[in-house]
């Protein structure tokens, strides 16, 4: 099934330019301050709404991956954010989807090849007038912001792995943040630091499940696309009491309410979105399915 980025788009426009002066609804805040309330909770049915980037990567409401993103995407009601550490020159974990700062900021480079100083030194636009131009802020940074607010869901970009647990653990956030992996050794890296770090696998096939829950568990969540999430897949993660995670980016998204149902369908319990406008009152049951 395919989607183009324009159909998305469009849709995630219709949402935003539905909000009155360019602020969102505003929701009670998430309940899920920690892993424990409902995602290492085999009694909770509640799907977990993830804020991708913050409010989004379309950078309608506020420019991804900055502290006024995620404050905002907290108070929309996201129970989780997602956030992309990768490791400037001088080995700060900076938050950062590509490897260049071009797109999202007033400067150029490699964030590899630069300084945290010089990243500091960057300005992030807005085109939302209710939010003011942002920093981009340190993984240390996001982590404060959100502590005791919401989980937070991190996907490595290109980051000393021991690194970012050793910030996680500064941070009081052990029972609140999660390292999506792409691999056993990535795992086994974090659990040097802290055999207690909670990890989502990205994983594909019933092999990928048992492979990651004979060399890493306790396994949080993990994480699957829809067309590999087959009957036999899902039964056996739930089967260990593991939750589920998918991303409801670009094609479910583009559906909204139909997209996400479809999603919790197949058996997911967690979705990333770039529509927290629209998955927060779903997963809250304030509208109609």
């Not at 804020?51 to 379309?58: K, Q, V, Y």
């Not at 108070?75 to 590509?98: N, Q």
Request: net charge negative; proline share 6%; glycine share 6%.
């Amino acid at each position: 099934m395919k989607t183009s980025r324009g159909f998305v788009l469009a849709a995630v426009l219709l949402g935003f330019f539905a909000v009155v002066g360019c602020q969102p609804i505003e929701y009670p805040p998430t309940p899920n301050t920690n892993l424990d309330v409902c995602v290492r909770n085999p009694e909770c049915t509640n799907t977990i709404a993830v804020g991708h980037r913050g409010t989004g990567s379309f950078n309608l409401l506020a420019p991804e991956n900055t502290l006024g993103a995620y404050d905002m995407a907290w108070r929309m009601g996201a129970d989780s954010i997602e956030v992309d550490p990768r490791d400037t020159l001088d080995g700060v974990p900076i938050i950062m989807h590509d490897d260049t700062v071009d797109r999202m900021t007033d400067g150029t480079g490699s964030v590899a090849e630069m300084t945290l100083g010089q990243i500091k030194a960057l300005n992030v636009p807005s085109i939302n007038p209710a939010v003011p131009t942002q920093q981009v802020p340190t993984f240390a940074e996001a982590l404060a912001l959100l502590r005791e607010k919401t989980l937070v869901y991190i996907d490595i970009k290109s980051a000393d792995v021991p690194g970012l647990v050793r910030v996680i653990e500064e941070q009081g956030m052990l029972n609140a943040a999660y390292l999506l992996i792409g691999s056993i050794d990535e795992g086994l890296q974090a659990r040097t630091q802290n055999p207690t770090v909670a990890l989502m696998p990205k994983i594909y096939t019933e092999a990928d499940v048992l492979a990651y829950i004979d060399a890493l568990s306790p396994i949080l969540m993990f994480e699957i696309e829809y067309a590999d999430a087959t009957p036999e897949v899902v039964s056996l993660i739930h089967s260990y009491n593991i939750k589920i995670h998918m991303d409801a980016l670009w094609v479910y998204d583009a559906a909204g309410i139909n997209g996400y149902t479809t999603l919790e369908d197949r058996g997911t319990d967690s979705i990333q979105t770039d529509r927290l406008e629209v998955l927060v009152p779903f997963v809250r049951g304030l509208t109609d399915r």
